[in-house]
């Protein structure tokens, strides 16, 4: 069992990148979500096991201003592989942000900007807000006949 006989893992270094992200109390809480059978949870302190969802809570993103310092230090000449060994984001997230901020600055055109993509946020909540009103709307205008 995991945590009665310290067991393995088959993906070892996914659990040391998930514990630093997610901090230790998240990390066993998905562990025992994800291993019921596998986890002798009466070894556990209670207040690590209050929800049942494996990521209740989910980490701030990160800072713009630091971002834009890992992206300074990629232009710069450093890789993106030794930038997520040194720094804590892992090497996609980088990519992520090198790709949106060339989005953003027009060096590149396959996917949307940054305001862009704010702005399809916005219109899907306004037109999901829409929808509900008309939901209701029909359904008094049904109750009423």
């Known amino acids: 069992m995991i945590g009665a006989s310290g067991g393995s893992c088959s993906s070892e270094a996914f659990f040391f990148c998930a514990l630093g992200r ?3 109390g998240a990390l066993v809480r998905w562990v025992v979500w994800s291993y019921p059978d596998k ?3 009466r070894i556990l302190p209670t207040d690590v096991l209050i929800n049942d969802s ?3 809570s989910r980490s701030q993103p990160y800072p713009p201003e630091y971002r834009q310092q890992i992206l300074d230090l990629h232009r710069g000449g450093r890789t993106i592989a030794s930038l997520a060994r040194e720094f ?3 090497e996609q997230t980088i990519r992520n ?3 949106q901020a060339d989005l953003d600055a027009g060096r590149r055109t396959d996917g949307p900007t940054t305001a862009a ?3 399809i946020t916005e219109l899907r909540r ?3 807000r829409v929808e509900q009103e008309r939901d209701i709307l ?3 205008t049904a109750w009423g006949r």
């Open 22 to 24: 997610w901090g230790v």
């Open 39 to 41: 986890v002798d949870s």
């Open 54 to 56: 494996p990521l209740m």
């Open 88 to 90: 804590e984001p892992c």
């Open 97 to 99: 942000w090198k790709k």
């Open 117 to 119: 993509q704010e702005e």
């Open 126 to 128: 306004r037109l999901r």
């Open 138 to 140: 029909a359904k008094a």
